[in-house]
């Protein structure tokens, strides 16, 4: 059975306190691995997809990367405004999209 | 990034009424859509994939008389929940797969709102 477990489930943080988020996963056929933050109230916004063991992806101050079993999510000196729930996504080759529950970031100024 | 709107942004309805809700990818043309619903403080559940000129396919314990899916364009899949009642409200949110040579992603409309009465 396909499935998506994050962990911790949430994480409070020091401003430029770095760390990373884990998603686990397994799957009969990836697709891909989705990387999403959302706000309160608000849609997911999209920020990576992962498609292959090995794949890296930057942007600003998050570094995505993915295995054969894990996807990491590493924020590096994060700000108070990288507070959101992150959430990964499994997308798998049957065309179906399952989503872990989510960890929650806080970031203290 | 591609832009996927919804409308409306929120509803308020009675219970026993029908609620349309719109999913449009404004920028690129989507052959698969997606519908989720999300209650407080938990993740995203997928109700039903949407395939254009097609019937979706919903998941397990979806009923598909309750949730009408209609994808009529490469651009527009609607929701329709019909006979509304309190249970149903949730926060409702599609999403539509940009497909290119080189990526596979999927983007994420605002969300709607729904609250029944």
């Known amino acids: 059975e396909d499935q998506v477990t994050q962990s911790p489930e949430a994480l409070r943080l020091q401003e430029g306190e770095s760390s990373s988020l884990n998603c686990s996963y397994t799957?009969?056929?990836?697709?891909?691995l989705f990387w999403y933050r959302q706000d309160p109230g608000k849609g997911p916004e999209f920020l990576f997809t992962?498609?292959?063991a090995g794949e890296e992806k930057e942007k600003e101050r998050l570094k995505a990367t993915l295995t054969k079993k894990e996807s990491f999510l590493h924020i590096t000196a994060p700000k108070p405004e990288d507070s959101a729930t992150y959430l990964c996504?499994?997308?798998?080759?049957?065309?179906?999209?399952?989503f872990g529950s989510g960890t929650r970031l806080s970031i203290r100024p | 990034g591609a832009v996927v709107s919804q409308h409306p942004s929120w509803v308020i309805c009675k219970s026993g009424t029908s609620v349309k809700i719109e999913c449009r990818s404004l920028?690129?043309?989507?052959?698969?859509m997606f519908w989720y619903r999300q209650f407080p403080k938990q993740s995203l559940m997928l109700m039903a994939t949407?395939?254009?000129?097609?019937?979706?396919?919903?998941e397990q314990g979806v009923e598909k008389d309750k949730f009408l899916i209609n994808h009529a364009s490469l651009t527009l899949s609607t929701l329709t929940v019909t006979s509304a009642h309190p249970e149903d409200s949730s926060f409702y949110i599609c999403?539509?797969?940009?497909?290119?040579?080189?990526?596979?992603?999927?983007?994420f409309g605002p969300g709607t709102r729904l609250t029944v009465l």
């Open positions: 999403s539509a797969n940009l497909l290119t040579g080189t990526s596979d992603e999927q983007f």
């Open positions: 799957v009969s056929g990836l697709r891909g």
């Open positions: 992962l498609y292959s």
């Open positions: 996504a499994l997308y798998s080759s049957a065309s179906k999209i399952i």
């Open positions: 920028d690129f043309q989507a052959t698969t």
């Open positions: 949407s395939n254009e000129g097609s019937k979706a396919t919903y």
